[in-house]
């Protein structure tokens, strides 16, 4: 028997569960929007009414409202978000123990061994659809297939409140007509690579070769081509409890920004302050150090480097972060926003080959733990290093809480 998996993707989330408390708000077109004040001032999501305006998630405030004037903006409110996704996770609890989060309003399910008991994955499909009405308020669209990629490419196919059926008899007319972007991993860069070479569509990238794509897009150009033919296998991993911490990262959308390497290493080292004491708090350390910049005009990248010890000292975190920024940024736009990850985590009291200096980095090591004591008793700017008192137009400190959602595909 083969694999049946759902994709579950809760529509319009932000925006619906502000319209259940809302309800004088469902005919109008409404907008959840990040902070202006904060250059946060972009939406994050809208609703059907506003979405006929043609307002997309990612627009600036002011481009929303150019499009519709009338447009109805609110805060988001988060945690209300997440009980409402914990409680669509209850539900689809009922049908499957292998559910995978991706992100706070989408989840894969493997349904493959209920079928046996509650019937196909359509019949499931639409069960599911119609209990997340009733019960929650909301509408979700779903995908059913036979491997993860197929699954989210069916519930994004038809929107809102569907049910899409992809199988190994129809995939090659549902999914080979739409563009290549549809594609999980095919952003705009690699859009733009592909369509310079006449490959416009998921069907065209199933018929070039895998050779060919390698040569264009590097390993990931093999993990296309498994993608558009069907053929990925990847598992439904549900996390191995719920905080399952695979990397500590902060990123911050900037009030201003930055310009010069004074700035990134000011922003790094206050990214760095935040990622190492909550690598403290969870008595981790990392081996490898990521970085993520995106300038002015949205395009980012990703960068990561190893360490030679592991750590969860600031020093040494920003340290590393701007040897990586500076070997990857030449400041040809100015950055928008930025964000440093700390990954390849391990227990603070694993055993590793000590250096000449090691007596140094215990000291160190005292230091900041005093530090995040002082901190929790007089409050996270009590302590600052010197550079942080340097640019009164940028912030000084990031909440400790920061998550980046959602999570990787490969785990």
Request: charged residues 25%; contains cysteine; aromatic residues 10%.
């Amino acid at each position: 028997m083969g694999r049946v998996i759902l994709h579950c993707d809760l529509n319009n989330f932000y925006a619906s569960v502000e319209c259940l408390y809302q309800p004088e708000l469902r005919n109008k077109p409404v907008a959840v929007c990040g902070e202006s004040e904060l250059r946060h001032g972009i939406v994050l999501a809208k609703n059907q009414i506003a979405k006929a305006f043609g307002i997309q998630t990612g627009d600036v405030i002011w481009q929303a409202l150019k499009k519709c004037p009338n447009l109805v903006i609110l805060k988001p409110n988060f945690p209300l978000y997440i009980r409402f996704s914990k409680l669509a996770q209850q539900i689809y609890s009922e049908y499957t123990d292998l559910i995978e989060p991706f992100g706070i309003d989408e989840c894969w399910l493997d349904v493959t061994e209920s079928t046996q008991i509650l019937g196909s994955g359509r019949k499931i499909a639409y069960e599911i659809k119609e209990r997340i009405k009733r019960e929650l308020g909301l509408t979700v669209s779903i995908g059913v297939s036979f491997n993860k990629v197929f699954a989210k490419l069916g519930s994004d196919y038809k929107k809102p409140d569907a049910v899409t059926v992809i199988t190994k008899e129809n995939f090659k007319q549902i999914v080979w007509p739409l563009p290549a972007k549809d594609l999980l991993y095919v952003g705009s860069a690699t859009e733009k690579k592909l369509s310079s070479r006449a490959i416009y569509t998921i069907g065209d990238i199933a018929k070039s070769s895998p050779e060919y794509l390698r040569r264009i897009l590097g390993k990931w150009g093999e993990v296309l081509w498994i993608f558009a033919n069907g053929l990925d296998t990847t598992p439904v991993t549900p996390p191995l409890f719920e905080d399952n911490i695979k990397g500590i990262g902060n990123s911050i959308t900037l009030p201003r920004d930055l310009t010069c390497y004074e700035d990134a290493e000011y922003v790094i080292r206050m990214l760095s302050e935040s990622v190492a004491q909550r690598l403290r708090q969870q008595y981790l350390k990392c081996f490898t150090i990521q970085v993520w910049i995106r300038d002015s005009s949205l395009f980012a990248i990703t960068r990561q480097e190893k360490l030679q010890t592991p750590t969860f000292l600031a020093r040494e975190i920003a340290q590393k972060a701007f040897e990586i920024f500076k070997k990857n940024w030449s400041f040809k736009n100015s950055i928008r926003s930025f964000g440093v990850r700390a990954l390849d985590l391990v227990c603070a009291n694993s055993f590793y080959q000590l250096e000449f200096d090691s007596l140094k980095k215990f000291k160190l090591e005292q230091l900041e733990k005093t530090v995040d004591q002082i901190r929790k008793r007089f409050g996270q700017s009590a302590v600052l290093p010197a550079i942080l008192l340097t640019k009164s137009n940028l912030p000084c400190e990031i909440p400790l809480h920061n998550k980046i959602h959602p999570v990787a595909f490969f785990k």
